[in-house]
């Protein structure tokens, strides 16, 4: 049997050893490594034609010998997974391959342009980039080639020369019979079509053409896989080269010009352009001119790595391809701008550069046009192709990050500086009077204390409030600052902290002066358990802890959505007071003598305790500490356990108003009630129902609501408190006595003791009932 297959197939020698077959005949196999290993029997004569140039045939009773060919080797397809891929090339060899399988006499290779809409006839010498190009137009008629690129199907011409359709026959050589393919792409476009031809008078045969028409598919596919490989490559390249310029960006590596010229410099030489340039819109100043910064890197021939600095530009009146870009928003991809009508003929000064072609695309956001990226002018005078246009999105989608961050950064720089005038105005106003600085200067900062001072029954309101500056003084000096601290900046802290109180019902400076009061007490009564940090920490807590308060809660911030509510999660206010107390102890240096480390535990020591007088933070406190003192297991060396107990404190302080003999107990109570009920009239406005303590309406029920929140929630506090110092059993004996003294006040009036079984209506009636038979008596 003859082997159908030419015999000019160039065979792939064995890359397997020889196989030793145990104690049979001894004989060497051939094993042949190909993409195909397919017996010759069981393929017919058509389909070993057309896998011939592609795979190694198995053959029997047929000396496999080694010849040179004009065959393309399998293995040259190997070259489709390398980085580069000359397609030209390959296509050229593929053309050879059916010239030899199709007994043609010669073929010739036009790759299509579609750009030009031209085809350009291949010569052999593809490698040379400098080959004289023959340009045919696109069209129907007139040329066998260009008509097979613009119908997209082939061609058989039985007769050249008679055939009155191609007037010019195949215009390079004498051809008799030719079969013009067009090598289609999965897409659709058509990337090249293949003229083969014979000058004799034998026609093509349909397995010819079926083995054509096969080979081209396979050809189409080949080439469009590696062409979006290789833009595929390209894209990942750019994706980790931007990543890394990002990075550097967004830590703060790199500024806004060195960065924008990295990456200008990074897509330049990715696709080729000449020059690039980079705008972002200032969109604050929007109005009849459209005002953006620009940065451009140059002409390629401008050999330089300085950073390329903004410049302001206007958009709105030149006729450039950025200006039309950022006025519509939509990409353009311009062949030659030089004779477009729309723009004015650019030409570089410096270079002689005439502006050709030019790729430009938006920065888009929800808004609008926020920047524009262009790049003008390939470096092998060919105009931006599609692949340019996919390469070119993925830049302009990290283009959009920068602007956003860069605007971002911006808008932050401006509000920091904001931020720095207005601190700067507000240190201003909370400077105390210089005439209340002197006197109190006068006595060294201090003031000499009432005899019943170290009392829990004290209350300011038994001398003059002039003198809690001093008295304020005094107890800071005897608990932690005697030393280390200089009197002129204590008073001025002391005097600036109680300047910094609004004048509310309740969260004012007298509540401040209480607090610190009640602390001092509890400190100085039990010394030795407490270092000097967490002394100094519990003391300007105490005077700190609520300035600035508004008169309303967190949940009304949270309702109202105050800019603090946005600021701080939880804790609003508490965590506002901590800030203010930062600024001021900075700005008064007042820690400025002490060491580093006394001063960031000073300040850790006053942020939390600040924010435990935060109610929600309390009951979490309670409930940690409680079973601790209940089962003796508190112990004093656990940093846990004394911040939990440093919480407790200071709720203690911030409650001790209600531990004050009844009158005072009362007027504190009737402050909070004014506050609540301002609070709860704004609710009310706004369309919400107040809470009960905050109605006004019910104003009656604040004895038996007093009642039960000494009972809930302060007498629990006093206990704990009692348990490690029981010397504080003064607090808690007071407030059981304003419980009495509450119970009495129900009695007075007739009322009944509040209970949750007890429905909202029926007390109401019952009071007002009760209320008209005491007004009657």
């Not at 960065?259 to 990715?270: E, G, N, P, R």
């Not at 400076?509 to 001092?520: S, W």
């Amino acid at each position: 049997m003859v082997d159908p297959t030419p015999r000019s197939v160039k065979s792939v020698k064995s890359r397997l050893d020889t196989i030793k077959q145990g104690d049979e005949a001894q004989h060497s196999v051939s094993k042949v490594q190909s993409h195909f290993l397919v017996p010759s029997d069981k393929l017919d004569k058509i389909t070993r034609r057309v896998i011939a140039p592609y795979a190694e045939i198995e053959r029997k009773d047929v000396k496999e010998e080694v010849r040179e060919g004009p065959y393309l080797d399998i293995n040259r397809f190997n070259v489709f997974l390398e980085d580069t891929v000359d397609l030209n090339s390959l296509l050229y060899e593929t053309a050879n391959v059916l010239k030899a399988v199709t007994n043609s006499s010669g073929v010739f290779v036009y790759i299509v342009d579609p750009i030009k809409n031209e085809v350009v006839l291949m010569t052999q010498n593809t490698k040379n980039p400098e080959r004289h190009e023959v340009n045919i137009p696109i069209e129907e008629g007139k040329i066998a080639s260009a008509h097979v690129a613009f119908t997209k199907e082939y061609l058989v011409i039985e007769d050249v020369q008679r055939d009155r359709r191609f007037a010019e026959g195949l215009k390079w050589v004498d051809a008799k019979v030719a079969l013009c393919m067009p090598v289609l792409k999965p897409d659709g476009d058509c990337y090249a079509v293949l003229e083969l031809f014979r000058t004799h008078c034998e026609p093509y045969d349909h397995n010819i053409i079926y083995t054509v028409v096969s080979v081209a598919c396979w050809s189409g596919a080949a080439v469009h896989q590696a062409q979006a490989r290789i833009t595929l490559q390209k894209t990942a390249h750019l994706n980790s080269e931007l990543r890394t310029l990002l990075h550097n960006y967004f830590c703060d590596l790199a500024s806004i010009d060195t960065m924008l010229t990295d990456m200008l410099a990074v897509i330049k030489s990715f696709i080729g352009a000449m020059r690039s340039s980079f705008f972002i819109i200032d969109r604050e100043h929007i109005g009849e001119h459209l005002q953006a910064d620009m940065w451009d890197d140059g002409w390629s021939s401008e050999n330089t790595t300085m950073p390329r600095r903004k410049m302001k530009v206007n958009l709105s009146q030149e006729q450039t391809p950025a200006g039309l870009v950022a006025r519509t928003g939509q990409v353009l991809n311009l062949r030659d701008v030089y004779r477009d009508p729309r723009f004015t003929k650019e030409i570089d000064p410096t270079t002689g550069t005439v502006v050709r072609t030019s790729l430009v695309a938006p920065i888009m956001d929800k808004n609008g046009v926020i920047g524009v990226v262009q790049l003008t002018n390939k470096t092998n005078a060919h105009p931006f192709d599609t692949d340019d246009e996919m390469i070119f999105s993925v830049f302009v989608n990290y283009c959009s990050l920068i602007v956003h961050f860069y605007n971002m950064q911006t808008k932050k720089i401006y509000h920091e500086n904001l931020n720095k005038v207005y601190s700067n105005l507000m240190g201003l106003h909370l400077l105390p009077c210089r005439h209340d600085l002197e006197e109190l200067m006068e006595t060294n900062g201090v003031v000499l204390p009432p005899p019943n001072f170290k009392n829990y029954n004290y209350h300011i309101s038994e001398g003059s409030k002039e003198d809690m500056p001093g008295l304020v003084c005094s107890m800071f000096v005897e608990t932690f600052a005697d030393r280390n601290f200089e009197r002129q900046n204590l008073a001025d802290f002391v005097l600036t902290v109680l300047l910094s109180y609004r004048d509310n019902p309740y969260h004012n400076a007298e509540h401040a002066f209480v607090f610190t009061h009640t602390m001092y007490l509890m400190l100085v009564n039990n010394t030795g358990y407490f270092d000097f940090v967490e002394t100094a920490g519990l003391m300007l807590a105490g005077l700190c802890h609520d300035l600035d308060h508004p008169g309303f809660n967190n949940n009304y911030l949270q309702l109202t959505r105050h800019p603090l509510a946005s600021m701080y999660r939880s804790s609003t206010l508490e965590h506002h007071h901590y800030f203010l107390a930062k600024k001021i102890i900075e700005d008064k240096n007042l820690l400025s003598k002490l060491s580093i480390a006394d001063r960031e535990r000073i300040m850790l020591e006053l942020k939390y305790n600040i924010l435990c007088t935060d109610l929600a933070v309390y009951f979490q406190v309670r409930a940690q500490i409680t079973p601790l003192l209940t089962d003796c297991a508190f112990d004093w060396t656990n940093n846990s356990h004394r911040r939990m107990l440093k919480g407790i404190l200071m709720t203690t302080s911030d409650l001790s108003g209600s531990c004050k003999p009844f009158g005072v107990a009362k007027a504190i109570s009737e402050a909070v009630y004014e506050e609540f009920y301002n609070q709860g009239d704004k609710e009310r406005a706004l369309g919400y129902t107040p809470l009960s303590m905050m109605d006004r309406r019910r104003y009656l029920n604040q004895p038996p609501e007093q009642i039960q929140f000494l009972s809930v929630v302060v007498i629990p506090c006093l206990m704990i408190v009692q348990t490690v110092f029981p010397n504080t059993g003064p607090l808690l004996e007071n407030c059981r006595k304003t419980q009495e003294a509450w119970h009495e006040e129900i009695a007075i009036r007739g009322q009944k003791l509040w209970r949750q079984s007890v429905s909202v209506p029926r007390a109401s009636r019952n009071l007002f009932n009760a209320n008209t038979d005491t007004a009657t008596n």
